[in-house]
């Protein structure tokens, strides 16, 4: 069984840029979260998705940043305008039923974004 | 606003010593998870507690959690340097089911040759 996949694991983009992360859940789990780590800092909720929809975007930037978890393919975290605050390595997780927060959950490798 | 506050932040040691890293809150939790995480890679689940006063252990790693559900203790005997690596505590929101963690800042531990 394949684990959470994202890709690029490294994305480089330049100031003013859109970044496209994507996340494919493991096999059978229609739950999606996603989490930032900047620099010296933990990791942070961003938002949580469920097929075609949007549970909770409560860690989501209000302008910029937008989640997709489409009925076919990845889920898509989009960031428009990138600025170099943005630089971080952002994460996703997922789980087969709502709520698996309670059990702690497998992430992917993650994608690193270099704003420059 | 719950919040999980690691100490210490960074840990150096010689392989063959024991240490442990500290977890606490001041707000309860239904649980707390431990990960690792080593750099270029993504958090991997050590480990949950669920029970206050529950003492889990995974070879020479022993996991705590206090009976008030408020904090959590990571114990390491005898450190080798495969232990390197960042470890972070986790614990899930009192903001309904929606899954969302609140993670540690992290200990970053070093355990030299």
């Known amino acids: 069984n394949a684990g959470v996949m994202q890709n690029p694991r490294h994305l480089v983009r330049r100031r003013g840029q859109e970044a496209r992360l994507r996340c494919s859940p493991m096999?059978?789990?229609?739950?999606v979260y996603w989490y930032r780590q900047l620099p010296e800092e933990g990791l942070k909720f961003m938002v949580y998705l469920q097929k075609e929809n949007i549970i909770d975007e409560s860690g989501m930037p209000k302008e910029r940043f937008s989640a997709e978890f489409p009925k076919e393919g990845p889920s898509i975290l989009r960031i428009q305008q990138v600025v170099r605050g943005d630089s971080a390595a952002y994460f996703c997780?997922?789980?087969?039923?709502?709520?698996?927060?309670?059990?702690?959950?497998?992430f992917g490798s993650g994608t690193r974004l270099t704003v420059v | 606003t719950q919040l999980l506050e690691q100490s210490p932040q960074f840990l150096s040691i010689q392989e063959g010593e024991n240490l442990t890293v500290y977890c606490n809150s001041s707000?309860?939790?239904?649980?707390l998870q431990w990960y690792r995480q080593e750099p270029g890679e993504g958090p991997v689940l050590l480990v949950t507690?669920?029970?206050?006063?529950e003492v889990k252990k995974l070879k020479r790693l022993t996991f705590q959690f206090g009976d008030a559900r408020k904090d959590s203790s990571l114990h390491i005997t005898a450190a080798q340097p495969g232990d390197t690596g960042l470890y972070l505590c986790a614990g899930p929101t009192d903001s309904g089911n929606t899954g969302k963690l609140i993670f540690g800042q992290g200990t970053t531990l070093q355990v030299k040759p």
């Open positions: 096999k059978g789990h229609s739950h």
């Open positions: 997780a997922s789980s087969p039923l709502p709520g698996q927060g309670f059990y702690g959950y497998t």
């Open positions: 707000s309860v939790f239904s649980s």
């Open positions: 507690v669920v029970t206050g006063g």
